[in-house]
């Protein structure tokens, strides 16, 4: 089975710099699809990146771009000149090519912006 | 296009008592997934639906019914509410036509069991 790990309960960044988010991942797949989800406070999953595991580039959306690392089974998620409205919850998502389409999450990592 | 909608928003349940969350999508999404999320446990699949009329279990399926009669349409059953039922329940849709592949979240309902 697929595992998923954020080792960052918690990351805090000041208004207009860079802050990275850490995901790992175990899988004996090839092929894949990985996400990066926000949450804030509405409760509302949205969407904010995702990557297919055959492409060797990686995405961007924007401020938004992640550093996939596909031997090392890393999935890190860089938000640039970051904004009071990037605070949330963020989580990390697996997904397999085959079968019911399962999202496996992380725990998430919360991001709070220091005005 | 109203996209995935989920009622009640927030729900109180005495133990025991048994209660229907209502999912519904308006994208003609073949899959619809049940997910609970727990605090510093992210979100966990329950049951999930993969066409009308086909339904099969996720990850934390105990106390929890499903059915698919429509497309449109994935309800949640508890049948006999616990405490340990108390977490915040999204339903999600997505479908593989056109090479999609990425979920729609519901906002989600808040279930407190006392």
């Known amino acids: 089975a697929q595992t998923v790990t954020q080792s960052q309960p918690e990351m805090s960044v000041q208004e207009a710099e860079t802050v990275t988010l850490s995901c790992t991942y175990d899988?004996?797949?090839?092929?894949?699809?990985l996400f990066w989800y926000k949450q804030p406070p509405s409760r509302q999953m949205i969407l904010v990146i995702r990557?297919?595991?055959?492409?060797?580039q990686n995405a961007t959306e924007n401020r938004f771009s992640v550093n996939f690392q596909k031997a090392a089974k890393s999935f890190s998620l860089k938000i640039s000149d970051s904004q009071l409205g990037d605070a949330a919850m963020y989580f990390c998502?697996?997904?397999?090519?085959?079968?019911?389409?399962?999202?496996?999450f992380g725990t998430g990592t919360r991001l709070t912006i220091i005005p | 296009n109203a996209g995935v909608t989920q009622t009640p928003k927030f729900q109180v349940l005495k133990t025991g008592q048994s209660m229907t969350l209502q999912c519904a999508q308006d994208?003609?999404?073949?899959?619809m997934s049940w997910y609970r999320q727990d605090p510093g446990m992210g979100l966990r699949l329950i049951h999930y639906?993969?066409?009308?009329?086909?339904?099969d279990q996720g990850e934390v399926p105990n106390g929890y019914n499903v059915s698919r009669s429509t497309t449109e349409d994935f309800p949640l059953r508890l049948l006999s509410a616990a405490p340990s039922q108390t977490s915040v329940y999204f339903c999600?849709?997505?479908?593989?036509?056109?090479?999609?592949?990425?979920?729609?979240f519901g906002p989600g309902t808040r279930l407190t069991v006392t």
């Open positions: 639906s993969v066409g009308a009329g086909i339904t």
């Open positions: 994208m003609n999404h073949e899959y």
């Open positions: 990557q297919e595991a055959y492409k060797q």
């Open positions: 999600a849709s997505s479908t593989r036509d056109r090479g999609g592949y990425e979920q729609y």
């Open positions: 998502a697996y997904r397999s090519p085959f079968g019911n389409e399962k999202l496996t």
């Open positions: 899988t004996s797949e090839s092929d894949y699809y």
